[in-house]
């Protein structure tokens, strides 16, 4: 009898030992924002042309050189015309990678929305409204 019980706590330990491994793990993804956060130190350009599409990845120093080789100043880098690594065309743009679901997309500058809002129909998340969200 006292067997069968130390068996039963055993076993309700080790399942509160699952469950609290996945409380933690739920709670630790949640507050330090994993899933939604934005690495900026990776940076991507899109080629807006439609019979290219092609999308390239930077780290920083990298896309500060890219942009050094290209003539174009940095600040004004937003949405300049870059090189197109792919088709060589000048029809790439800075461009934006959703944090949730990946789509690289390009900023539109006449947006009255969140200019960062993903263009996915089945996710439409935007940073920006979530950081400002956050601030109130
Ligand atoms: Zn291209
Ligand atoms: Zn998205």
Do not use: H
């Amino acid at each position: 009898m006292d067997e069968d019980k130390a068996k039963l706590v055993k076993i309700i330990i080790s399942v509160a030992c699952v469950v609290i491994a996945v409380v933690l793990f739920f709670v630790f993804n949640g507050s330090s924002g994993g899933s939604g956060k934005v690495d900026i130190n990776t940076k991507y350009i899109l080629c807006d042309a439609e019979e290219c599409g092609a999308s390239q990845k930077f780290t920083k120093e990298e896309y500060y050189d890219f942009l050094r080789e290209s003539g174009v100043d940095p600040r004004t880098a937003q949405y300049a015309a870059l090189p197109c690594p792919e088709c060589g065309e000048e029809t790439a743009y800075k461009a934006n990678k959703c944090p949730k679901c990946q789509t690289i997309f390009l900023y539109d500058p006449e947006a009255e929305d969140y200019k960062d809002r993903c263009p996915n129909p089945d996710c439409g998340y935007s940073w920006e409204e979530e950081r400002i969200r956050n601030l109130k």
